[in-house]
């Protein structure tokens, strides 16, 4: 049995819940509270499995692996079926180079740690820190919109989901709990409501994980 250290509002390991449901792979959840405790993922018991102090870590046995992109990774080369990535090589680069604008361009920028510092060590206030993030989602959003043209089809794998859109989603949910005005992303819009309605998705929701509050 797989199990992956979670918590449900983070969006990076909203990823991983979508990747291990497109590929139907079972597998258990430890909840980590990123704010509790003043912060679960600091303790000593979880450092010790992952050093990095984060959410997700998946362990496969004896294996463990932080980064939600080198954990789908893992799991496409351990689980090749259903595929995650196209076939074709240059498609399979492009679907890549979105997830990574995603994943490191866009959500570092925005993530809990970055704007507990804000707020915090550097005392910025509510509306500025909401200011910053709304900018960076926009900078962001504004060229994925743009790069969905490259798709084969509606979805990154043409009628199927894959890849782009585990990390695509949880980052329109983030984007929606703070109020970004997403309009002006009408192909993002369609890919989500699309991918939305699966259950792939629909499970792997914040909302309805065990820890959710």
């Known amino acids: 049995m797989l199990t992956l250290y979670s918590y449900w509002r983070s969006s990076a390991a909203y990823r991983v819940r979508i990747a291990l449901n497109l590929k139907g792979l079972a597998y258990q959840q430890v909840p980590v509270h990123l704010v509790k405790d003043g912060g679960q993922q600091h303790a000593a018991d979880y450092l010790a499995l992952n050093p990095q102090g984060l959410v997700p870590l998946l362990v496969d046995g004896q294996t463990k692996i932080a980064?939600?992109?080198a954990i789908l990774e893992y799991l496409e080369e351990t689980h090749p079926q259903p595929a995650l990535l196209p076939?074709?090589?240059a498609q399979r680069a492009q679907v890549r180079a979105l997830a990574l604008h995603i994943a490191c361009d866009i959500h570092p920028l925005n993530n809990l740690r970055v704007?507990?510092?804000?707020?915090?060590t550097l005392g910025v206030e509510n509306e500025a820190k909401d200011t910053w993030y709304r900018h960076w989602v926009d900078v962001g959003l504004a060229a994925v919109e743009q790069g969905l043209l490259c798709l084969p089809?509606?979805?990154s794998l043409g009628e199927r989901p894959g890849y782009l859109e585990a990390c695509l989603i949880p980052q329109v949910y983030n984007a929606r709990r703070f109020n970004c005005d997403l309009n002006a992303y009408p192909r993002i819009l369609d890919l989500v409501a699309r991918c939305e309605s699966l259950d792939a998705f629909k499970n792997a929701a914040p909302e309805v994980q065990p820890d959710a509050q």
Do not use: K
């Not at 704007?115 to 915090?120: E, I, N, P, R």
């Open 67 to 69: 980064q939600s992109l």
């Open 87 to 89: 076939s074709d090589p």
């Open 115 to 120: 704007l507990q510092y804000l707020s915090g």
């Open 153 to 155: 089809g509606r979805l």
